[in-house]
């Protein structure tokens, strides 16, 4: 299962460091990776992981994919939160909705 996430168009994107810090106000150990093929953030003692689209530092949308067992509770709240706090929103089949 994964949760697309984003700003609001006329939001500021939020830079990685601000994004890595609101993770880690949600007591998650975060590591960010910049691949050729995307960029990655990965979660200490989690399978879930996050690809974030990212220019310049910059990014604006995400996908949250999902371990096994990790689509309901933990990690999904405090991930909801950590984004919530920085204004993003999640997008389902209904549309978006707010993860603060």
Known sequence: M????????????????EILDSLRKEHFEPRHESKAWGDWI?????????????????????TIEYGEGEEEGEPCKSLYRAFGRLGWNGIDDDGEF???
């Open 98 to 100: 707010s993860l603060a």
């Open 2 to 17: 994964e949760t697309l996430i984003k700003l609001p168009e006329n939001q500021t994107p939020s830079t990685i460091v």
């Open 42 to 62: 990965y979660l200490a003692t989690y399978t879930t992981v996050i690809s974030i689209e990212c220019v310049r530092g910059l990014s604006s949308s995400a």
